[in-house]
């Protein structure tokens, strides 16, 4: 009985992993969607979207962020960019990448 359940134990593992790591990959995509928003929210007021983009993720996110601002007139639209952790050392899962648009406060 307990062979089988050594034989069965790294599927299980496996299948742990797989789904941390998924729950990682839709936890940093919401971050990152946050951090649009809050950059472009921060933009439309008064021009600087960085600094809001950083403070709107988890802390352990936050090192991991880049958001850029762009648009004139009357709307401004900030993408924020955040590298996907990995709980497998090598493994690159890419970026996270969100957009909002917000209209300019005059």
Known sequence: MAIEYLGFL???IIVAMA???LGLIAYTAQQAGTAAR???RSASLDG???PACTVAVSGWLAGRTDCGASGGGDEVTVTATIDIP???PGWDFGRARKTATMPVDH
Do not use: F, M
Request: net charge neutral; glycine share 14%; proline share 7%.
């Open 10 to 12: 790294p599927v299980l």
């Open 19 to 21: 789904a941390v790591q």
């Open 38 to 40: 809050a950059g472009a």
């Open 48 to 50: 600087a979207a960085g």
């Open 86 to 88: 990995s709980i497998v």
